[in-house]
């Protein structure tokens, strides 16, 4: 593979259930991000990670949880999904924190 | 918190020029980002300004006044494939990347 994957492409789920989003990237980043794209808000910061087994919250960080156990992958974990979930979410690498930021293809997640 | 506004909609002729301006204010400063998103595909970047001044890349030209809190992403010579959203990205004290709402350009022959 080259640059950044994610995992699945779309899903469907029922509320409450629980839900992993894959990413990840093969250019040894030091930092990985989680956003949300939702239409006219433009793309927000759920949880990032500024190096491995590192990890920080961001704008929306509620309900999601992430882990860094390496350089390559940062799941994002929907613990009990909710309808408010629904949206289109990017995982992004970057170098550095202040480097331009490289973004996977995108999961389209429903939730019903 | 960020603010960064940035017009919604934005329509130019094939050949023309646009340019998408960008308001920000944030808590600290370390860097622009514009990218180019395509309807359905992830977000590309197209340019960083850190320093006041225009960076110029090809067709797409950037500019920066940190003391106004505003840039510009000026594109040139439109072509249809250039029909996208456009981003403006402010990088933070924090380092945390926040995203304007972007703003969809649309060419028309």
């Known amino acids: 593979i080259a640059g950044i994957t994610q995992a699945p492409t779309s899903q469907i789920l029922a509320a409450g259930r629980r839900m992993t989003l894959r990413c990840t990237q093969d250019?040894?980043?030091?930092?990985m991000y989680w956003y949300r794209q939702d239409l006219g808000l433009g793309l927000r910061l759920i949880h990032y990670?500024?190096?491995?087994?590192?990890?920080g919250k961001g704008e929306v960080p509620d309900g999601y949880s992430v882990s860094r156990a390496n350089t390559d992958d940062f799941p994002l974990t929907l613990a009990s999904a909710v309808p408010s979930q629904t949206s289109v979410y990017f995982c992004?690498?970057?170098?550095?924190?202040?480097?331009?930021?490289?973004f996977g293809p995108g999961t389209r997640l429903t939730v019903l | 918190g960020q603010n960064i506004d940035q017009p919604t909609e934005m329509t130019a002729t094939e050949g023309a020029i646009v340019q998408i301006n960008c308001t920000y204010q944030?808590?600290?400063?370390?860097?622009l980002f514009w990218y180019q998103q395509h309807a359905g595909e992830a977000p590309t970047f197209l340019s960083y300004?850190?320093?006041?001044g225009l960076e110029e890349k090809g067709r797409f030209s950037s500019f920066l006044s940190r003391s106004k809190g505003y840039s510009y992403l000026l594109l040139k010579e439109l072509q249809m494939k250039d029909s996208a959203s456009y981003l403006c990205?402010?990088?933070?004290?924090?380092?945390?990347?926040?995203f304007g709402a972007g703003t969809t350009v649309t060419v028309r022959a």
């Open positions: 250019m040894r980043h030091n930092a």
């Open positions: 300004n850190v320093l006041d």
């Open positions: 944030t808590s600290g400063f370390n860097g």
């Open positions: 990670s500024n190096t491995a087994g590192t990890t």
């Open positions: 990205a402010v990088i933070s004290n924090d380092y945390k990347l926040s």
């Open positions: 992004a690498s970057s170098e550095t924190t202040y480097n331009e930021q490289f």
